[in-house]
């Protein structure tokens, strides 16, 4: 697997930081829960990273992914009852508007649900390759 190293001790620092919290607080103190989690483990990353969405070269906007880790890896933390296909449908959408191949989507709701998400940039430059053809 991709960044299987990484990805591992990401994922390992979601179950121990949902055994230790539980569920029932708002997504941002979970972030910031993840954050320390990620400083313990000496790990860089950054929060609430700005990604613009263009569109026949017009800008249509600008989203924000939870946390981008080594810069290869980003995480969408969700704090609701069951995670939805929308809500994996917004992490695939984060991997396509950027350079970005794994994408971990975490839930601190009743259960723990972890999803893993791949988009490979072979991937998204057939895709354009294929958009752009007439």
Do not use: W
């Not at 990604?51 to 969700?78: T, Y």
């Not at 191949?101 to 072979?122: K, M, S, Y």
Request: hydrophobic residues 40%.
């Amino acid at each position: 697997m991709k960044h299987a190293e990484l990805t591992e001790k990401l994922i390992g620092a979601y179950y121990t930081l949902y055994n230790e919290l539980g569920h029932g607080f708002l997504e941002s103190i979970y972030q910031r829960g993840y954050a320390y989690m990620l400083t313990d483990l000496g790990l860089s990353f950054a929060e609430q990273c700005p990604i613009r969405v263009m569109h026949r070269d017009r800008d249509l906007g600008e989203f924000r992914m939870d946390l981008v880790v080594e810069g290869i890896v980003l995480v969408e933390l969700k704090a609701v009852k069951v995670l939805e296909a929308s809500h994996e449908k917004q992490v695939f959408n984060y991997l396509r508007a950027t350079n970005i191949e794994v994408g971990l989507l975490f839930n601190f709701g009743p259960r723990p649900q972890v999803r893993r998400i791949l988009l490979d940039n072979e991937f998204k430059q057939q895709r354009a390759s294929a958009a752009s053809a007439p």
